[in-house]
């Protein structure tokens, strides 16, 4: 018959070290090449191995967009004798082939990237190549910067100046080698074992930097376009199709022919459609993946703040600290049931302060980028100097797309800085917008419901109990204590019920898998063979449970366990009381009862710290116990084919 502490909660303590338990690693405590994807990274390997391919990913066709600016006029003009208006200074040949050679140099290592993140070209190929090819670009480029530099120092015009197209390519050189360093950090850290030589991107992380080519395509087609409609230099189209595109509309610059006019409704709507794209995906990948990774730090600090208020006579959370302490004569279940209560405070917890950080996070960059703006037009040597105060006034109304346009770029600096300055820092604006909706937006939204129902919205407390509550401990404490006080629900979930006592649905009944391993069970107990007939209900429940797992990480709704529930699923996951249980197994089930408190959910590794959700690590882990299950099959441990059992050496639910 099925063993049914697989189908029902049991009163044993699971047994989850085999998987959540610590693992060996190097001498020196790093973790071993097998085991790098699981350890927890620092926040700076993180960083490298995660964000910056991503940053890379979406500035890398920035800089070339740049770079073919820096190619679209002279570098330099000047006013004529005799003339009042400042006309392009011819420049030798050499300094476009060696300004043509640099972008093509960029173009290629842009597009071996999108080929590595596409997984056509191997990490150890691509990573030299693309390095390699922007800092030659970049040293190109400054190599030109300087040369211009020594000429506008000796020319005998005083009136000589740089055109947009030489800060332009200052721009660019100053990138290529920004990005150039960032993925030599990322691969130095791959190749010292911290992490995998594979960008860990999913698909639509990698997507970021073909919907920025896009864009960008977009900017710069649009521009040669309109410079021939209106009769302007390309780089003032260029200047215009982004205040355009962005929607911040200064105004200076204005289509006035009727073609021109007429391009803009297609022109504006794809460019906003593609940029809603871009920012759309750097919220959902760049933002969110930062979002676990404050979460996993927040946590880790916090499980370590308890367990030293723990040993303290002086502890700050009074009420949540003695959950950490032993009772008399605990029994190792009680002990992890209160464990569990406390690191679900822990983590909702880390939660709250999560998203505070990331609010503050995205405060400081986009206060960082108001500022650059503002001194960057301060210090222009344009004819009319504005304010430093007429300067942030301008660079604030221009983050936030508002574009009065009664101040706007007029120099060559202004205009060039204008468009590599707002490509960079609008994004930031929709990501703080958004952090705010997390923290500022949704507390003052608490705070109106909480008057509401002290004035004249209904409410289940009379007005006296509400203003008790008020006064009755701090925001913190009953923000800890609102979760561990509800009640487990009677009823077990309904993966922990016996799939013969449960009616499938129409899904479950589709899968010709499940059928199949349910199948094999029924032929099993008809022969009497309850070895092979636990063995096939075992990989009827692992699939069973990975099909619901799959389903709630696809509706991507926050889903958290209840401590009956991850005892079903850990000792599904360890496969406990499947297999026949051998000397060895014995043993080692000794061993754990003699060390006492062996596997604990306010352990490093517990499911409940990092960066992952709840549905990830059980996904992950149910995936991986169906593969061990899968291996020993074919391996001949146990036939499904014929349901017979074989005897093996390793025993339980080890392969």
């Known amino acids: 018959m099925n063993d049914q502490s697989l189908s029902q909660p049991t009163d044993e303590s699971p047994s989850a070290e085999r998987y959540t338990g610590h693992r060996k690693g190097h001498e020196d405590g790093r973790p071993s090449s097998r085991e790098a994807a699981e350890y927890p990274l620092p926040v700076w390997w993180w960083l490298a191995s995660t964000a910056y391919p991503l940053i890379v990913g979406a500035l890398g066709p920035m800089a070339n967009a740049l770079s073919i600016c820096s190619l679209a006029e ?31 140099f960029a173009i290629i290592s842009n597009l071996i990237l999108l080929m590595k993140m596409a997984q056509r070209i191997s990490f150890a190929k691509a990573q030299p190549i693309v390095i390699i090819g922007w800092y030659i670009t970049s040293i190109l480029l400054l190599a030109i910067l300087a040369v211009f530099a020594r000429v506008k120092r000796n020319s005998p015009n005083p009136t000589a100046t740089f055109s947009q197209a030489y800060y332009y390519g200052t721009f660019a050189a100053g990138l290529y080698f920004i990005i150039a360093s960032m993925l030599l ?127 303290s006579d002086h502890a700050h959370l009074q009420k949540l600290v003695a959950r950490l302490s032993n009772g008399p004569e605990e029994s190792e279940q009680d002990r992890r049931k209160r464990e569990f209560k406390v690191m679900r405070q822990v983590r909702q917890t880390a939660t709250l302060e999560r998203k505070w950080i990331s609010f503050l996070i995205s405060l400081i960059i986009w206060m960082i980028m108001w ?98 509550d008020l006064t009755r401990g701090s925001w913190k404490e009953k923000f800890l204590n609102e979760s561990a006080d509800q009640d487990e629900p009677p009823q077990p979930p309904s993966s922990q019920l016996d799939p013969e006592n449960t009616v499938e649905d129409e899904t479950e009944a589709r899968n010709a898998i499940e059928a199949d391993e349910h199948k094999k069970e029924e032929s099993a107990r008809a022969r009497g063979d309850i070895a092979a007939e636990n063995i096939h209900h075992y990989h009827y429940l692992l699939f069973r449970e990975v099909r619901k797992m799959i389903n709630y990480a696809t509706t991507n709704l926050p889903k958290e366990f209840e401590y009956h529930e991850w005892e079903y699923f850990l000792n599904l996951i360890a496969g406990e009381d499947v297999f026949p249980e051998t000397d060895e197994k014995k043993k080692e089930k ?38 061990r299950e899968l291996r020993k099959a074919s391996r001949g441990f146990h036939s499904p084919e014929n349901g017979s059992v074989r005897e093996s050496n390793e025993g339980g639910g080890e392969g």
């Open 590 to 627: 000794e061993k754990e009862k003699g060390r006492g408190n062996g596997w604990s959910w306010i352990d490093r590794k517990s499911p409940l710290l990092g960066e992952k959700t709840e549905v990830q690590w059980l996904l992950e882990a149910l995936t991986e116990a169906l593969e």
């Open 371 to 468: 500022l650059i703006g503002g001194v960057a037009f301060w210090t222009s040597d344009q004819d009319s100097h504005w304010t430093y105060f007429e300067s942030l006034y301008f660079a604030y109304t221009t983050l936030l797309t508002i574009g009065f346009g009664d101040f706007h770029p007029s120099t060559a600096w202004e205009k060039s800085f204008f468009v590599f300055w707002t490509l960079l820092a609008v994004p930031t604006v929709t990501i703080l917008i958004s952090n705010i909706g997390d923290t500022i937006a949704r507390t003052f939204g608490d705070l109106t419901i909480y008057i509401g129902k002290l004035t004249i919205l209904p409410g289940d407390k009379p007005f006296k109990e509400l203003i008790r």
């Open 74 to 104: 002279s570098w330099m003009k000047a006013i004529p004798a005799g003339g009042d208006q400042p006309r392009k200074v011819p420049e030798p040949e050499w300094v476009i082939v060696v300004n043509a050679v640099s972008l093509g």
């Open 185 to 311: 950090i990322t691969t130095y850290g791959a190749y010292r074992g911290h992490y995998s030589r594979e960008y860990k991107l999913t698909n639509s992380q990698r997507s970021l930097m073909l919907q920025t080519i896009i864009f960008l395509i977009y900017l710069l087609g649009g521009s040669a376009v309109y410079a021939r409609i209106e009769d302007w230099d390309f780089l003032d189209a260029v200047y215009w199709a982004d205040y355009t595109l962005l929607t911040i509309g200064i105004g200076n610059f204005a289509p006035v022919t009727h073609l021109g006019r007429s391009l803009l409704f297609p022109y504006a709507v794809g460019g906003i459609l593609s940029l809603g794209l871009i920012v759309s995906s750097i919220r959902a990948q760049m933002l969110e993946t930062g979002r676990q990774k404050i979460a996993e730090v927040v946590t880790e600090k916090t499980r370590k703040f308890l367990i030293r208020e723990a040993s």
